[in-house]
């Protein structure tokens, strides 16, 4: 009508609101995730009974696991809070998270890490589902680039801090899982309470900006939606959910995109952890001062980059979110693998090493050339993904959301230094992802 705005702006205003969200959430979340690790070793060292040694890892561990079982019940409590009221409730849970380390202590910090877990499970299944809901099988894929290019453009914000806050000439690249606390009080910039207090206050307070946002958000869906707004009357119990969502689980279209969601698992833990740790673990690499900063902000680039070929093609070429995107993705993804299995010691993926490499010789140059194209990569194939999870089952889009964050959960819990990686060296994570790369 002529009262309601135009319905390509208003979803575009969706998007862009959704994106700026995003953006103020992770840029805090994010960029502490860098650095949480010696910020609660700095607190150990002073005051062992208040924090466990290597909480930063055991906590992601907590968080992995309960993302993983609590995604199964998502959609009951989708359909107890709407789209607008999950992302929400679960942007909430990271802005308290934030806020515990004013006062560091394993109670409250393992408590929040848990409650991340089932933010992140609130949070990816309302934003699916709210991206479908103000979207149009033209408009999808516009949509899902742009929000995800303006929420990895925290990416770039993250980078820059730690290139604020990193002292490089300190730090020494060590296997920490291994270390004795001796090794790592030496391998790490150490942490103040004041600091502490003032970094996580400022992310924090960045994250409080997200649940302003999100609370803002317009819940009127836009014409021909891909997913219908239910009535609350019309949603059934949890008991009911749990029996639909396992039904959907064995649905045979489900069960062929099951890879898919695999392959961007293993994708996810490459770039964020996997290829990160051979910056410090391999010996030439690490004389590269703040490599690592550099490294988060090139992937940034690439993921804006390609988020905005996305949304400008998306406007030329009919689907082109969907294949075209997911083989591009996927083409730059293995170039990627390839440059840095050649550029790469075998085994700077999980321990310190001046090995030599395959082929090429490691430079921080290369290492850019890498994370621009992981960026790129990562971009085309998570837009690729929201649409395939948009347009698979469109009736039951918030558990086709849910059950894909499980499969890509697990398979990032299998590759991550928590799990496998020290028995997966270069080569072996390259025949894995190529072998679910095919599959996929």
């Known amino acids: 009508s002529s009262g309601k705005m135009k319905e390509s702006l208003y979803d575009l205003l969706c998007a862009v609101m959704l994106g700026v969200g995003n953006l103020c959430m992770f840029l805090g979340y994010d960029s502490q995730t860098t650095i949480v690790e010696p910020v609660l070793h700095s607190v150990h060292d002073r005051l062992p009974e208040l924090i466990d040694l290597h909480a930063g890892y055991n906590g ?8 993983m079982v609590l995604s199964l019940t998502a959609p009951w409590t989708l359909g107890l809070l709407g789209s607008k009221g999950s992302i929400l409730l679960g942007s909430l849970m990271f ?12 109670i409250p910090y393992y408590t929040t890490q848990a409650m991340i877990g089932l933010g992140y499970s609130l949070f990816y299944s309302g934003h699916g589902t709210y991206t479908a809901e103000h979207s149009t099988s033209r408009t999808i894929g516009r949509n899902s680039s742009l929000t995800y290019a303006l929420a990895t453009s925290s990416l770039i914000a993250g980078g820059c801090v730690i290139l604020l806050t990193s002292r490089p000439s300190e730090i020494i690249a060590v296997d920490l899982l291994n270390a004795t606390v001796g090794v790592a009080e030496k391998s790490y910039r150490q942490y103040s309470d004041s600091e502490i207090r003032m970094m996580y206050g400022s992310f924090a307070a960045v994250a409080l900006v997200s649940n302003i946002i999100f609370a803002f958000l317009p819940t009127r869906a836009v014409e021909n939606s891909l997913a219908l707004v239910k009535d609350r009357k019309e949603r059934i119990g949890l008991k009911e959910q749990l029996v639909s969502v396992f039904s959907i689980l064995i649905e045979k279209r489900m069960l062929l995109a099951a890879p898919i969601y695999y392959f961007l698992g293993f994708i996810t ?31 940034g680039f690439g993921e804006i980059a390609m988020g905005s070929i996305i949304s400008i093609s998306s406007k030329y070429i009919r689907n082109f979110a969907k294949m075209p995107a997911m083989i591009i993705g996927s083409i730059l993804y293995f170039t990627a693998m390839t440059i840095a299995l050649l550029s790469t010691p075998f085994t700077a993926t999980h321990t310190p090493t001046a090995e030599p490499t395959l082929f090429l010789e490691p430079s921080m140059h290369l290492a850019l050339l890498i994370a621009f194209l992981l960026g790129m990569a990562d971009s085309a194939l998570v837009t690729s993904r929201t649409v395939l999870c948009s347009l698979l089952i469109p009736d039951k889009i918030s558990h086709v959301f849910s059950i894909s964050k499980v499969h890509q959960v697990t398979s990032l819990a299998m590759s991550s230094p928590l799990f496998l990686s020290a028995f997966m060296s270069m080569p072996v994570h390259f025949v894995v992802n190529l072998i679910f790369g095919i599959v996929a």
Request: net charge positive; with cysteine.
């Open 60 to 67: 992601t561990g907590v968080c992995l696991v309960m993302f």
């Open 95 to 106: 802005s308290i998270h934030l806020s515990s380390f004013f006062y560091v202590h394993y």
């Open 269 to 299: 833990a490459f770039w964020i952890s996997i290829y990160p740790a051979t910056l410090i673990y391999s010996k030439k690499l690490s004389e590269n001062g703040n490599l690592q900063a550099y490294y988060i902000i090139a992937v």
